[in-house]
């Protein structure tokens, strides 16, 4: 059974920094891109960032300059780096992965969410 285990989210206030971090679990053979998507109440699911296995990263635009997405295949690890928090970056956080099991098709995987909150 594959997860995707998150962390690392909270209240700051606005200009402040928090990290992300989501690791992947179980029995698979190849994770391809990670990422991170937000919703916001009322809003529907954004990409936030994604990164590949060879470490190529996007980000939407909204973030660009202020987020740094980072990937460590040994541990099966991403880490979403978020800086200068504005009150719109409020949201709930997913993680996503592209896995390829042992006996299973490529699939896309969510994690369970966790909650940034950005006072003004």
């Known amino acids: 059974q594959v997860q995707l285990v998150e962390s690392g989210g909270g209240l700051v206030q606005a200009g402040g920094s928090l990290r992300l971090s989501c690791a992947a679990s179980?029995?698979?053979?190849?994770?391809?891109?990670m990422g991170w998507y937000r919703q916001a109440p009322g809003m529907q699911r954004e990409v936030v960032a994604t990164?590949?296995?060879?470490?190529?990263?996007n980000y939407t635009d909204s973030v660009k300059g202020r987020f740094t997405l980072s990937r460590d295949n040994a541990k099966n690890t991403v880490y979403l780096q978020m800086n200068s928090l504005k009150p719109e970056d409020t949201a709930v956080y997913y993680c996503n992965a592209a896995i390829l099991g042992y006996d299973t098709l490529w699939s896309g995987y969510w994690g369970q969410g966790t909650q940034v909150t950005v006072s003004s």
């Open positions: 179980g029995y698979f053979f190849r994770i391809r891109t």
């Open positions: 990164i590949t296995s060879g470490g190529t990263t």
